[in-house]
């Protein structure tokens, strides 16, 4: 197999970088020599990583006593991903049981030289990487390399993603990631200009342009998110996907943020997502991602809104599938 040309450095970067583990001891690269060993790049609210995760855990416990190690590695986008505490509660929601390193220096990634969540690396067990793959799918290849490096030949293992988990509707999404933050934000359709790092009053307009997305009501539209600074701020968008995911949850951790989704102007009924009953109805207490429609059937352009029940909103991005 041919060394991935891009990289600078075809060995196993140090991992003396992380902030700290969960999992496992602080591991390094010559300790794990002997062994193949699968690096994970995530970040917790990432929808790409949540829908490639259930294909690292089988892997990890398929393939471990053939001496597969599966490291993830933690490296945050969002400022309150620094949180241990969430990144741990993560790894509980998600039943990870390997070794993961907390990156938020972002010192493992740039001895990477990475630039993309998920990231899959592929050691062979001299240290030198073999093979990589950036974001979702190949997961058959991937597969494939690493029982080449093991030198092991049976059966792809099963892995199917449930709730947040599973695979994206691909060939209706027709949506693409929405950042809300104005410092990567697009396709703001209020009627006035966005104010950016000041309160101001913003008002939906009077059609959603598709895939575009407003607010209504008293806001702090910051560089990574927008704030709501009173209840009853309101958020919408229109889309073309079967989910919707919203990366959100109160400026203080541990308060109850209570909201209501609505969809073309309705409850949500049957196309409510995980977070939220069929009126439409949910309570976030942390920050992270949550699934707020799943709709069942035919796939069509509809208008999302999220009306926030309490003050102390903090939204960051909607994600699809």
């Not at 600078?8 to 970088?17: A, T, V």
């Not at 690096?39 to 690292?56: G, Q, S």
């Not at 969002?78 to 241990?84: C, G, K, L, Q, T």
């Not at 009501?217 to 919203?246: N, P």
Request: glycine letters at 10%.
């Amino acid at each position: 197999m041919a060394e991935p040309a891009h990289l600078q450095m075809p060995f196993l970067p140090s991992l003396s970088g992380a902030a700290g583990w969960l999992n496992s001891e602080p591991r390094a690269p010559a300790e794990l020599r002997g062994h193949v060993v699968l690096v994970d790049f995530w970040t917790l609210t990432c929808i790409n990583w949540l829908r490639t995760e259930p294909h690292i855990r089988a892997w990890s416990q398929a393939y471990r006593d053939d001496g597969l190690v599966v490291i993830g590695v933690h490296t945050p986008e969002f400022s309150f991903e620094r949180d241990i505490g969430l990144v741990r509660q993560a790894t509980t929601d998600r039943g990870i049981d390997y070794p993961v390193a907390i990156d938020s220096d972002y010192a493992i990634w740039t001895a990477f030289d990475n630039h993309y969540w998920p990231a899959l690396y592929i050691v062979d067990a001299d240290g030198i990487i073999r093979d990589h793959h950036f974001g979702e799918g190949r997961y058959e290849q991937s597969e494939r390399v690493i029982q080449q490096l093991l030198r092991v030949d049976r059966d792809p293992v099963s892995a199917v993603g449930h709730g947040v988990e599973a695979e994206a509707d691909w060939d209706h999404l027709g949506t693409p990631e929405t950042y809300l933050g104005y410092g990567r934000s697009e396709r703001f359709a209020s009627p006035d200009d966005a104010a950016f790092d000041e309160r101001r009053v913003y008002e939906l307009p009077d059609r959603l342009p598709l895939n575009g997305w407003a607010l209504a009501g008293e806001w702090t539209i910051g560089g990574e998110s927008v704030a709501a600074e009173k209840a009853g701020g309101s958020l919408a968008c229109r889309f073309h996907a079967r989910d919707l995911h919203l990366v959100m949850g109160p400026d203080t951790p541990g308060t109850a943020m209570r909201f209501r989704v609505l969809l073309d102007e309705q409850p949500p009924g049957a196309a409510h997502g995980i977070d939220v009953d069929d009126e439409g109805y949910g309570t976030a207490t942390q920050p992270r991602l949550y699934q707020l429609i799943r709709q069942p059937g035919t796939i069509a352009d509809h208008t999302f809104g999220i009306t926030f029940l309490d003050p102390g909103a903090r939204a960051y991005v909607f994600t699809f599938g």
